[in-house]
């Protein structure tokens, strides 16, 4: 059996319950209404029987059916009021199964892709410090070989951090510290570190306006910043353009990351925060990544009291735009 027919197994006994529970109070509600047709049948019958005047027989009948109309006003009542609160539980039964679903999907994802992102860099590194131990290689090499295995040994490290910064994100045990500082000064120093031990084919460019000042937890930000513009790495061609520009339009802030890849589809832009949610399936996915970034970047900015929002790039591409407000 594939896991299709595992996942709709459940679903198909669900909608066979409620077949089964529909057909019960549809029998019940109609035998209900023959009851007390027969009911008022045996009555007029026995008023009959009794020896009374035509007349009172027929002010009796029309009694005994004014009742009988009043039973099935009350029954076609509770019976709507039944159907609606089923259909009610049908529905957020439903929702909740989808969303299980989806979210166990979208973990079976996480786990495949963080073991790929786990393993690489490691087996990566080990390669490097293998062929400086087994190989007489030149001063050049040796540094060269040496730089590599930082950048590996980086790439592990933020992947650790991403995964335990989401569990304490989940725990509800993070918190932020924001102190003022010079925003322009400390996004450039960031970058720099960055793309000096990372391995990119992009070409990076800074537009960073000086001076600009803001009230900031300087331990959250690069995880801000440097999720966005590794996310814009995954996705961009190589030797295409990314922009990174941090600009002041008044009481806003604005952090802007601009790539030329293939974009984000329109009925994907609400989703892409979600935690470990990414577009397509990891089995046929080529690019890197977790299904983290993206989600404790919005989780941050929520936290700075700031807002993401994702817009096309012309002539392709996407911006990743947050705005903090001083």
Same mark, same amino acid.
């Given at each position: 059996?594939?896991?299709?027919?595992?996942?709709?197994?459940?679903?198909?006994?669900?909608?066979?319950?409620?077949?089964?529970?529909?057909?019960?109070?549809?029998?019940?509600? /109609?035998?209900?209404?023959?009851?007390?047709?027969?009911?008022?049948?045996?009555?007029?019958?026995?008023?009959?029987?009794?020896?009374?005047?035509?007349?009172?027989?027929?002010?009796?009948?029309?009694?005994?059916?004014?009742?009988?109309?009043?039973?099935?006003?009350?029954?076609?009542?509770?019976?709507?009021?039944?159907?609606?609160?089923?259909?009610?539980?049908?529905?957020?039964?439903?929702?909740?199964?989808?969303?299980?679903?989806?979210?166990?999907?979208?973990?079976?994802?996480?786990?495949?892709?963080?073991?790929?992102?786990?393993?690489?860099? +490691?087996?990566?590194?080990?390669?490097?410090?293998?062929?400086?131990?087994?190989?007489?290689?030149?001063?050049?090499?040796?540094?060269?070989?040496?730089?590599?295995?930082?950048?590996?040994?980086?790439?592990?490290?933020?992947?650790?951090?991403?995964?335990?910064?989401?569990?304490?994100?989940?725990?509800?045990?993070?918190?932020?510290?924001?102190?003022?500082?010079?925003?322009?000064?400390?996004?450039?120093?960031?970058?720099?570190?960055?793309?000096?031990?990372?391995?990119?084919?992009?070409?990076?460019?800074?537009? +960073?306006?000086?001076? +600009?000042?803001?009230?900031?937890?300087?331990?959250?930000?690069?995880?801000?910043?440097?999720?966005?513009?590794?996310?814009?790495?995954? /996705?961009?061609?190589?030797?295409?353009?990314?922009?990174?520009?941090?600009?002041?339009?008044?009481?806003?802030?604005?952090?802007?990351?601009?790539?030329?890849?293939?974009?984000?589809?329109?009925?994907?832009?609400?989703?892409?925060?979600?935690?470990? /949610?990414?577009?397509?399936?990891?089995?046929?996915?080529?690019?890197?990544?977790?299904?983290?970034?993206?989600?404790?970047?919005?989780?941050?900015?929520?936290?700075?009291?700031?807002?993401?929002?994702?817009?096309?790039?012309?002539?392709?591409?996407?911006?990743?735009?947050?705005?903090? /407000?001083?």
């Amino acid at each position: 059996m594939n896991s299709g027919d595992k996942k709709s197994r459940p679903l198909f006994i669900f909608y066979v319950l409620v077949a089964y529970v529909f057909l019960q109070f549809s029998w019940w509600t /109609y035998s209900m209404f023959q009851l007390n047709n027969e009911i008022s049948t045996l009555k007029t019958e026995l008023n009959l029987l009794k020896g009374e005047s035509a007349e009172d027989v027929i002010l009796k009948g029309n009694e005994i059916n004014d009742r009988l109309h009043k039973r099935w006003i009350m029954i076609s009542s509770e019976g709507a009021f039944f159907i609606g609160l089923l259909l009610l539980g049908i529905y957020q039964i439903r929702k909740t199964f989808k969303k299980e679903s989806e979210l166990a999907h979208q973990q079976k994802n996480f786990l495949l892709s963080v073991t790929h992102e786990l393993k690489s860099p +490691i087996a990566s590194a080990k390669l490097q410090l293998q062929t400086l131990e087994k190989r007489e290689l030149s001063r050049e090499k040796q540094l060269e070989i040496i730089q590599n295995a930082i950048a590996d040994t980086e790439r592990l490290n933020t992947l650790v951090e991403n995964i335990l910064l989401a569990a304490r994100i989940d725990n509800s045990v993070y918190s932020i510290n924001k102190e003022e500082c010079d925003l322009s000064t400390l996004t450039q120093d960031i970058l720099l570190r960055s793309i000096h031990s990372s391995d990119h084919k992009q070409r990076i460019t800074f537009k +960073i306006d000086s001076g +600009i000042k803001l009230k900031i937890d300087k331990n959250s930000y690069p995880s801000i910043l440097l999720n966005l513009v590794e996310n814009a790495i995954k /996705y961009a061609p190589a030797d295409s353009e990314i922009v990174v520009s941090l600009k002041q339009n008044g009481q806003k802030i604005i952090l802007s990351v601009i790539d030329q890849g293939n974009g984000i589809p329109e009925q994907e832009k609400e989703n892409i925060f979600q935690k470990f /949610y990414r577009i397509g399936s990891e089995e046929t996915r080529k690019t890197k990544g977790t299904g983290l970034g993206l989600y404790i970047v919005n989780y941050l900015v929520t936290l700075h009291n700031g807002t993401i929002a994702v817009k096309n790039n012309t002539p392709k591409g996407s911006i990743f735009e947050v705005t903090f /407000y001083i």
